[in-house]
C-alpha cells in the first residue's frame, strides 16, 4: 500500500518554476531514494511534501491529500522532515531538542518513554543531554536531528542530504542507523542524495530526478546497470 | 566637590535601581520582540503609555488599582497579540526599512491618539505603593522604589520562568533560533509570534505603570524611557535578554550616580552623557555585554 | 527598441525640469518659498539616500548635518564682525572672515558638513545596524544641545539672525523668486553629481557592498573605505541643503534642527523611493507637505483632524508603507511595468532527458 503519493507535483518559488512535474510512489516500510544533480528538485520535492513550497498537482500521504496542509499538520499527521544542513536548534542543548521533537505529539509523560527509546539507538547521546548541540560536530548534529525527528514516532522520515559534509565513516553509521529503523519502528523512509552510489545501496528503490521531473526510476539493482545513470551518476 | 556619604550613596543606588528596573523591563521587551521577529519596536513606548492610559481610564470609572492593574496587562497582551497578527505580519517578506517605517508609524499614531481620547494635559497616576520610607540604620530607602523594583522584577523572573521551564516556552525559543525546523516539527509559528508581541506589550505596560506615578501620565511620559531602554538593549546586547535586564538596571544606577555627584553634566545633558557611555562601550565590544558576536562563516 | 527607453527617460526628465522652472509663474509667494524647501529636503534626501538606500547605513539623525551645514553657513555669513556685534565672543582660531554672501558660503558648508559626517563614520563601522541606528539617534539628540552650550560661537538658543537676502546683480526678479532659482540651481547641480557618483565606481561599490558584502569584499572591495566615504558625501549633501535653509530662512536656532526632522527625513526617503533620484523628489515633496496636509485633510472632516494630524500623519505612513512597502516610485515602477517590458519566456520543460523517453530502468 502506497504511503506517499505524488502526482504531477508542480512546485514554484515565486515566478520560477523547480518542479514539472513529479510523480513517484513509496510504498510502507521502504527506502526510497531520490537523486539527481545539485537544482534538479530533490529538496523542493521534500518541501513540496511538507508544504514550504506553493505546490501543485496531487499529494498523497496515507490516501489523504496534503494539498491544504502546512508543514505543522504534515508533522502532525506522522511526517518527519530533517531538512538540508539538519535543522537543529543549535542554541538548545541536546536534550531541548528531543524535547521539540516531542513538541506536537508526544505528552509529558511520554517523552519519558519515547526519548529512551530514541536514546538506545544514539546511546552516546545519554552523557551529553546537557551540552549546547550546535557545539556538536557535524555527524552529532546529524543524529541529533535524526534522532529528533524519531521521537515522535513517524511514519514517514523525510532526509535530505543527510550525508553532506560529513566523514565516510561517520556517513556509513548514520545509514546503518537508518536501516535500522527502517527495520525496528517500521519506518519509511524516503532520502535524498548526491552520492548516488551511497543512496542505491541504502534503498529499495529510487527516482532519479532531472530538471525538475523524474527522468528514470527502478530497484537499485535496476539503476546499477542503467547505462546512463552509471555514466552520470555513479561514474563508470 | 563631591560630598559623599555612604548613605545618601546607598540610596540613590537603589532609586537608580528602580529606574533601571523600568528600563529593564521596557528593554527585555524591544529584545523580546527583536529575538522573535527580528524587528525593532520603536513603538515600544508609546504602547506602553497607551497601556497606562488604560489603566487610568479603568481606575477612572471606579476599578481600584490591582484589578485595574491586572485587567491591563491582559488588554496589553491581546492588543500586542493582534498587532502584531494583523499589522506586523504583513511586512515579513517585505524590505527590512518598511517595517522601521510601519513601527514610527505606529509611534506617532499611538502618541497622538492618546492625546486625542484622552487629553493632552498632565494627570496624576495613582502608586499602589505607600508613600513611605523605610530606615535601615542611617540609610532612608523609599517604598516606592522599592515596590517599583519589585514588581518590575517580579514581572521579569515570571517571564523567564515561563520561556525556560515549561513547553511553549522553550517552542517560543526554538522558533526564534530557527523558524523552519520548528514548523517542521510542528510548531504553529505565527502563534509564536503573535505571544511575542503579546508578552512584550504585557512588559510595556508594567513599565509604563509602573513610571507613571513619579513621570506623570501625558502622551509623552514614554519618549525618554524608550530612548533609554534602546540604550541599554543595545548596550546589553540586543539580542541577549539577560543583556537588557542587567543593562537596564546598570543604566539606571549610572545615571543616578551621575546625576547627582558630577557636577558639569546637568540634568539636559544626562542623556546625551549616557549615549556617550554606551556608544564608547559599542567600540570596544560592539555586539554589547552579553550578545553574541557575529561570526562571518565564508 | 532600445532608443524609445532611453527616449521616454530623457522626456521625463525634461518635463520634470520644466515644472520645475515653470512654478514661480502660478505660484503665490507662499507656495514658491515652499517649493523652496522642496528643494532644501531634495538635496538632504539625496545625501541621506547615499547613505541609506546605496550603502545600507541606518540614519536617525541625518538632519543634525543639515543643522550643521546651517551653522557654517550661519558663521561664515555673519563673519567675526558680525558674531561681534551680537556680543558673542568666539575663539580665535576659528577661520571666520569678515562676512561672505550665502551663495559662496554653499561649497564651503557642504565641506565642513562632510569633514563632519566622515569623521562620524569612521568609528560608526565597528557598530551594526541596531547599533548604527542609535548613534545617528544619539548625535541628532545632542546637536541641539550642544549648540546651546557653546553659545559663544553659535548664540545659544536666541539663535542668530542673518542678514537678509537679496537679488544679485539688480536683477530685476523678487527676492523669493532669486532664492527659488537658487535653491534648485544647486538641487540640480547635486542632483547631477549624485547621479554621476551612483553610477560611479564609488556607488557601485557600495551597492555591492550593500547587496552581498562579503562577496564585495572578496572581489577587493574595501568595506571600510567606502562606507565612511558615503557616511562623508551624505553629510556634505546635507550640509549644503543646510546652507540653502539658512539662507532662506535668514535665521539659525538650534531648536531648528530637533530629532523630528531627522526621522521625518527617513520617512519622507522610504515614501517616495530609495535608491533613484526621482524616489528623493517625491521625498523631499512629501517631506514638505505631508506635515502640512495632515494638519488639514482635505477628505476628513471634524474635530478629528484637527486635534490630531499626528494620527492622521502615522496611518498615512503605515498605510503606504502596506501598498507600496519600495516607496511611490516603487509602486509606480511595478504599475507600469508591463507597458515597458517584454516577457521573456521561459524555456519549457521537455520530455528529452539525458536517458531519452523512457522513464523505467528495465533490467
Not at chain 1, 560529513?166 to 519506518?187: D, G, S, T
Not at chain 3, 527598441?1 to 512654478?23: D, N
Not at chain 3, 538632519?63 to 564682525?81: D, E, K
Request: charged share 15%; net charge neutral.
Amino acid at each position: 500500500m502506497a504511503l506517499l503519493e505524488l502526482r504531477d507535483v508542480r512546485a514554484r518559488y515565486g515566478a520560477i518554476a523547480a518542479l514539472h512535474g513529479v510523480s513517484l510512489t513509496v510504498e510502507q516500510g521502504q527506502v526510497v531514494a531520490l537523486l539527481g544533480a545539485n537544482g534538479a528538485g530533490k529538496t523542493t520535492t521534500l518541501r513540496a511534501v511538507s508544504g514550504l513550497v506553493r505546490r501543485y498537482g496531487e499529494i498523497r500521504f496515507d490516501s489523504r491529500s496534503l494539498l491544504r496542509c502546512g508543514p505543522e499538520s504534515a508533522a502532525r499527521r506522522g511526517i518527519a522532515h530533517v531538512p538540508e544542513g539538519r535543522g537543529i536548534f543549535d542554541e538548545l542543548s541536546v536534550w531541548d531538542n528531543l524535547r521539540m521533537g516531542a513538541y506536537a505529539s508526544i505528552s509529558r509523560r511520554e517523552l519519558k518513554r519515547e526519548s529512551d527509546r530514541v536514546l538506545g539507538y544514539f546511546p552516546w547521546m545519554r552523557d551529553r543531554l546537557r551540552q549546547q548541540s550546535g557545539t556538536l560536530s557535524g555527524g552529532e548534529q546529524q543524529m541529533l536531528a535524526l534522532a529528533r525527528a524519531m521521537v515522535s514516532r513517524p511514519r514517514l522520515l523525510m532526509l535530505d542530504e543527510p550525508s553532506l559534509g560529513l566523514a565516510p565513516l561517520v556517513v556509513q553509521e548514520l545509514f546503518r542507523i537508518v536501516a535500522l529503523l527502517n527495520k525496528e519502528e517500521e519506518l519509511t523512509v524516503l532520502v535524498v542524495e548526491q552520492n548516488a552510489e551511497l543512496a542505491l545501496a541504502a534503498s529499495d528503490y529510487a527516482y532519479v530526478l532531472e530538471v525538475g521531473h523524474v527522468a528514470v526510476e527502478g530497484t537499485s539493482d535496476e539503476l546499477r546497470a542503467h547505462e546512463g545513470v552509471r555514466k552520470s551518476y555513479l561514474g563508470y | 566637590m563631591l560630598a559623599f556619604q555612604s548613605a545618601e550613596f546607598v540610596q540613590q543606588i537603589v532609586s537608580g535601581l528602580a529606574t533601571g528596573s523600568i528600563f529593564a523591563s521596557l528593554a527585555l521587551a524591544l529584545v523580546l520582540i527583536y529575538r522573535s521577529t527580528n524587528v525593532v519596536n520603536f513603538a515600544q513606548g508609546e504602547m506602553a503609555m497607551f497601556t497606562t492610559y488604560v489603566a487610568w481610564a479603568l481606575m477612572d470609572r471606579g476599578l481600584s488599582y490591582w484589578p485595574a492593574f491586572v485587567l491591563t496587562l491582559l488588554i496589553a497582551f491581546a492588543g500586542g497579540a493582534t498587532l502584531e497578527r494583523t499589522i506586523i505580519r504583513p511586512f515579513e517578506r517585505k524590505p527590512p526599512l518598511a517595517i522601521v517605517i510601519v513601527t514610527i508609524g505606529l509611534l506617532i499614531t499611538f502618541n497622538g491618539a492618546a492625546g486625542w481620547i484622552w487629553g493632552a494635559e498632565v494627570k496624576p497616576f495613582d502608586s499602589p505603593f505607600p508613600n513611605t520610607t523605610w530606615e535601615i540604620g542611617d540609610v532612608a530607602i523609599s517604598s516606592q522604589d522599592v515596590g517599583v523594583f519589585c514588581v518590575c522584577i517580579v514581572t521579569v523572573l515570571a517571564l523567564w520562568a515561563f520561556f525556560n521551564l515549561t513547553s511553549l516556552g522553550l517552542a517560543m525559543r526554538a522558533t526564534a533560533i530557527n523558524p523552519t525546523a520548528s514548523r517542521l516539527v510542528g510548531v504553529r509559528v505565527g502563534w509564536m509570534l503573535a505571544l511575542g508581541w503579546g508578552l512584550a506589550a504585557v512588559l510595556g505596560a508594567v513599565a509604563g505603570m509602573m513610571a507613571a506615578p513619579t513621570v506623570f501620565l501625558d502622551p509623552n511620559m514614554m519618549l525618554v524611557v524608550l530612548i533609554y531602554a534602546f540604550a541599554a538593549a543595545v548596550l546589553g546586547g540586543i539580542d541577549s535578554p539577560v543583556g537588557a535586564v542587567v543593562g537596564g538596571l546598570t543604566l539606571g544606577v549610572v545615571l543616578n550616580l551621575i546625576g547627582r555627584y558630577v557636577e558639569f553634566i546637568g540634568p539636559e545633558l544626562r542623556l546625551p552623557t549616557a549615549l556617550l557611555i554606551l556608544l564608547a562601550v559599542l567600540l570596544i565590544r560592539p555586539q554589547g555585554l552579553f550578545g553574541h558576536a557575529v561570526v562571518r562563516r565564508v | 527598441m532600445r532608443y524609445a527607453g532611453l527616449a521616454l527617460k530623457l522626456a521625463l526628465l525634461a518635463f520634470v525640469v520644466g515644472l520645475i522652472a515653470l512654478v514661480p509663474r502660478f505660484a503665490s509667494e507662499f507656495r514658491l518659498s515652499q517649493f523652496t524647501f522642496v528643494a532644501v529636503y531634495f538635496i538632504a534626501l539625496a545625501g541621506l539616500n547615499v547613505l541609506t538606500g546605496v550603502s545600507g547605513q541606518i540614519s536617525l539623525g541625518h538632519f543634525a548635518f543639515v543643522g550643521v551645514g546651517a551653522y557654517t553657513a550661519a558663521l561664515l555669513m555673519l563673519g567675526r564682525s558680525g558674531l561681534e556685534s551680537y556680543g558673542l565672543d568666539p575663539p580665535g582660531w576659528l577661520p571666520l572672515g569678515d562676512g561672505m554672501r550665502g551663495v559662496f558660503t554653499i561649497p564651503l558648508a557642504g565641506l565642513v558638513a562632510g569633514a563632519f559626517g566622515y569623521a562620524f563614520g569612521l568609528p560608526a563601522q565597528r557598530l551594526a545596524g541596531v547599533s548604527l541606528a542609535l548613534a545617528t539617534f544619539a548625535f541628532a539628540v545632542s546637536l541641539p544641545l550642544v549648540a546651546k552650550r557653546f553659545d559663544d560661537v553659535t548664540g545659544g538658543g536666541g539663535g542668530l539672525a542673518l542678514p537678509l537676502p537679496e537679488t544679485p546683480f539688480g536683477w530685476d526678479v523678487s527676492t523669493r523668486h532669486w532664492l527659488y532659482y537658487e535653491a534648485w540651481v544647486t538641487a540640480g547641480v547635486i542632483a547631477v553629481i549624485a547621479w554621476l557618483f551612483l553610477r560611479g565606481r564609488a556607488g557601485r561599490a557600495l551597492a555591492a557592498l550593500r547587496d552581498g558584502e562579503i562577496a564585495a569584499v572578496s572581489a577587493g572591495v574595501n568595506p571600510t573605505t567606502y562606507k565612511t566615504f558615503a557616511f562623508g558625501v551624505s553629510a556634505a549633501f546635507a550640509g549644503v541643503a543646510g546652507a540653502i535653509f539658512a539662507i532662506e530662512v535668514a535665521y539659525v536656532n538650534p531648536d531648528t534642527f530637533p530629532l523630528s526632522q531627522s526621522i521625518l527625513m527617513l520617512a519622507s526617503l522610504v515614501l517616495g523611493g530609495m535608491g533613484s533620484l526621482y524616489g528623493v523628489l517625491l521625498g523631499a515633496l512629501i517631506m514638505q507637505f505631508l506635515p502640512v496636509y495632515a494638519q488639514t485633510p482635505p477628505l476628513l472632516h471634524g474635530s478629528f483632524s484637527k486635534e490630531s494630524p499626528a494620527v492622521v500623519f502615522g496611518v498615512i505612513l503605515i498605510v503606504i508603507m502596506f501598498v507600496a512597502p519600495d516607496g511611490l516610485v516603487g509602486l509606480l515602477r511595478r504599475v507600469l511595468r508591463p507597458m515597458m517590458v517584454r516577457l521573456r519566456r521561459h524555456p519549457a520543460a521537455t520530455d528529452e532527458t539525458t536517458f531519452g523517453t523512457s522513464r523505467r530502468a528495465e533490467t
